[in-house]
């Protein structure tokens, strides 16, 4: 069992920075992909980003890529998200979510992930 649990939303203008943070406990993270969705209103929850099980590769949403930055710290299980240029269409709720590896599983399909925090709302204001 992993229990995640974000900080760091809050209200910021277009343009601005964020850094979101998640700290896990329960296991170690160094065989779970860490990720980040978001859920917008009246949306699907959708794929921000998300980190390899060992951390050697990052993916990025098409809408974030170039903006957003993901990074892991196992030795603290820690998952962070530096949110650059943020836009009114970034606001939602951000989740930090994992799922233990497994050969062939796709890690922008939001149903792949086990374990979900309790969210923490961006807001965008123009």
């Known amino acids: 069992q992993v229990q995640l649990v974000e900080s760091g939303g809050g209200l910021v203008p277009t343009g601005a920075s964020l850094t979101l943070a998640c700290t896990a406990s329960g296991s170690t993270l160094r065989k779970y992909v860490m990720g980040w969705l978001r859920h917008i209103p009246g949306k699907e929850r959708e794929f921000v980003a998300a980190t390899s099980w060992r951390g050697s590769s990052t993916y990025y949403a098409d809408t974030v890529k170039g903006r957003f930055t993901i990074s892991r710290d196992d030795a603290k299980n820690t998952l962070s998200l530096q949110m650059n240029s943020l836009k009114t269409e970034d606001t939602a709720v951000y989740y930090c979510?994992?799922?233990?590896?497994?050969?062939?599983?796709?890690?922008?399909?939001?149903?792949?992930?086990?374990?979900w925090g309790q969210g923490t709302q961006v807001t965008v204001s123009s």
């Open positions: 979510a994992a799922y233990e590896h497994y050969p062939g599983s796709a890690v922008i399909d939001p149903n792949e992930y086990q374990y």
